[in-house]
């Protein structure tokens, strides 16, 4: 299998504001084709610590793919500093300044001068032409090795990479079927997770598992190789068969769905629909919801309702349950649910209301002290969960809790 390199290269990419995506989505690429990324780099703007990462790479790996640093000004050092690793000159290419002045009097302006350096590129490099931007891209291939420069933007490197880079590098990678898949599982930890699928997935010596925890689910990533693309699904069909038997309904996604998708798959499976009643989530659940395309189906309506007024005249929940119990309260959370039902005529609705801080908490309800309720035409109940994290990290594990606590009352609901 050939093994990969990115360097992602700017300074912005070392502070908390800017987060650099295309490595993630150049990774995935790279592993359909069957090419391991190894290594993630980020590099500032520094000349010799990037001429030293990308000498290092190359020789370490088969493919080195930098992005970023293309642009015109003095601070976008990719194109020198990458010749200078390679031990080759940069060669004017007169006719990319043409092209970018044509470009320039189209969008109505003349081009600086300072955009004459885009047409500066590696002696014996392809160019990768960009109809999206300025700054064209470079491959290099020599000694066996793949050099791969792309500019930054993500809407410039997608289009480049899938069409004159891709190809390359797939047929370099040769015939290798490789299928992905990932599981998502809910209430229980990563460890728990692992305890109990590592006799599942060691039996598969073919078949690749890393157990990932993000913020409010645990992922199964498989990863699978075989003869052909019938064999390499097989196998990953076969261990995520058992993986889902040994976890049960903890497990909610076979292919990455998000749980706003599984919800709107069962509801629509059923031909039933949702309405939603939030507090702490502030609307949250409902956004969720109407991101799934087509989710009008199902989802009729939402109330947020934020104050114990706005729960009494909204959602009818009686002044005296938010009187002897709270408005964070198992019977709030049942009120609200049952009112919201009533009030949308749906046949199923779902509700929060928690403390998500960093006040208001107290010894008996704690900070991430949360009430789920839910109600059908059968019956109303109701569920507490006590969740860690900041407020941002609460409301979301709220919202989640909340939609696995009603994919779990949608299991029981007959077909």
């Known amino acids: 299998m050939l093994s990969a390199e990115i360097i992602a290269v700017g300074s912005e990419l070392l502070t908390p ?35 030293e990462t990308i000498k290092d790479a190359l020789k370490r790996s088969d493919i080195v793919i930098s992005t970023g640093g293309l642009g015109p000004t003095e601070d976008d ?14 060669v004017f290419h007169e006719h990319l300044v043409d092209e970018l002045r044509a470009r320039f009097r189209r969008w109505g302006r003349e081009m600086p001068e300072i955009n004459k350096r885009q047409a500066y590129v590696i002696e014996g490099a392809e160019i990768l032409p960009n109809p999206n931007g300025s700054a064209v891209g470079m491959l290099l291939e020599a000694a066996d090795k793949f050099l791969v420069v792309l500019p930054g933007p993500p809407r410039e490197l997608k289009p480049m990479f899938e069409r004159y880079v891709l190809p390359k590098l797939k047929a370099k990678a040769g015939e290798i079927f490789v299928k992905r898949r990932v599981l998502k599982v809910s209430g229980m930890g990563e460890s ?42 097989a196998m ?10 040994k976890l049960g309904t903890a ?53 947020v309702t934020y104050s114990n007024e706005a729960k009494m005249r909204s959602l009818g929940v009686p002044k005296e349950i938010i009187e002897e119990h709270g408005a964070v309260s198992a019977e709030t959370s049942e009120a609200m ?29 704690p900070v991430g002290t949360v009430f789920i309720g839910y109600a059908d ?35 029981k609901t007959p077909q």
């Open 17 to 51: 504001e800017k987060t650099d995506t295309n490595s993630l989505w150049l990774t995935g690429k790279l592993n359909e084709i069957g090419v391991e990324v190894k290594l993630k780099t980020i590099v500032g703007d520094d000349e010799a610590r990037l001429e």
């Open 192 to 233: 728990a997770v692992d305890e109990a699928i590592a006799p599942i997935y060691k039996s598969f010596g073919s078949v690749q598992t890393s157990i990932l925890f993000n913020k409010s689910e645990v992922e199964v990533h498989l990863f699978a190789q075989g003869d052909s693309d019938a064999d390499a699904g």
């Open 251 to 303: 497990v909610f996604a076979l292919n990455g769905e998000s749980m706003e998708e599984i919800i709107g798959k069962m509801l629509t499976d059923l031909g039933q629909t949702l309405s939603v009643a939030e507090s702490c989530t502030g609307g949250l659940i409902g956004m969720r919801l109407t991101d799934v395309p087509g989710s009008s189906a199902y989802f009729t309506e939402g109330a």
């Open 77 to 90: 050092v990719t194109r020198q500093v990458s010749a200078r690793a390679v031990g080759r000159s940069l």
């Open 236 to 245: 990953l069909d076969d261990v995520a068969g058992k993986i889902a038997e």
């Open 377 to 411: 035409k059968h019956s109303t109940r109701s569920m507490k969960m006590t969740l860690p994290g900041d407020r941002y990290l609460i409301r979301w594990r709220s919202s989640q809790a909340a939609l696995d606590y009603l994919r779990r009352q949608l299991l």
């Open 337 to 365: 649910a049952s009112g919201m039902r009533r009030l949308a005529a749906t046949d199923h609705a779902v509700s929060v209301t928690g403390i998500a801080g960093p006040d208001g908490g107290s010894d008996e309800k």
